[in-house]
């Protein structure tokens, strides 16, 4: 991997960043304050979060701004986490560990999503003239930052909402269903055994570790997804098994393989889109590697640096 030259941006530029990522970070609680209904909340989470990164974008004019307010903000999250358990501590005595709600997961998804799909829609429209090696520079800098605010708000998701509150349980019976499908159906109809929001969740839960995983290693594919899909699936039944936790689907299995190829598939699908849109000359978008940006001379296709 190429290193980057050390160009950062100005005292003013990353204030208004930090500013931006601090709007963020407040904007669930300024919903829940301002309407009852949560679905109205989310609306306006994402509404609002796409007007302050749009106008901050084309304030400062670099990609590198919004990965910093995405980072940011993850950075404010997980500062509040030790925050509220001292306080939960303080104020609940034994019951101090701080609840994720669904609302919460939702907010945190969306005020990572807008950002980063505002600025890789920028970079897969970007025409040839504005493509440089200043603007790949940039765009870089910014999968960096996102990347690694991607990894802490994905962490604390997986600990609050799938390891602490989880209490083993070594008594009672333990159930297995290794019949394929059966339990996808029963939280299709909404029964007692799951819902609709339990598929999506399990659909979903790896797809930002594999889509992690694909950017920052280039050799990782979608057998790689797969093998990592099982892996985790097999090892989260099995501790439920043997903790008495839940029962063990084999349904859920087969929903983490599909999330976890979902997120290595995100990936290709932006850098085909990208090579599409540029005949060809831009076909590693989402990498952390910098290939600069190829110009022709004379019929003849050179590499050159700004």
Known sequence: MTLLPSQKLTIGEFFVSLAA???LYLLPNDAKNQF?????????VFLVSLVIVTVMFFIIKRYEAVGTSLMTLSSLCLINLPVSVVGGIISRGSEYWPELTEYSIICMFILWTVPFLFAVTIRLLTNDSADTNDSRRSFIRFMSLSMGSLLIIYGIVLILKM???VAPNMQGNREIYPIPFIHIGECLKGSENGTVLQIIWNGLIFAP????LSVLIPRF?????IILGVILGVAIEGLQFLFNTDTAYIDDIILYIIGAVLGVCIKYAFNGLRSLISNGKDNCMMSL???PVPKKDRGEAKVIED
Do not use: A
């Open 36 to 44: 009852e209904s949560e679905g109205v909340c989310i609306g306006f």
């Open 289 to 291: 590697e910098y290939i």
């Open 163 to 165: 390891i602490i509150p």
């Open 209 to 212: 570790l594999t889509f992690y």
């Open 221 to 225: 594919k979608i057998r790689h997804g």
């Open 21 to 23: 990522g601090l709007m």
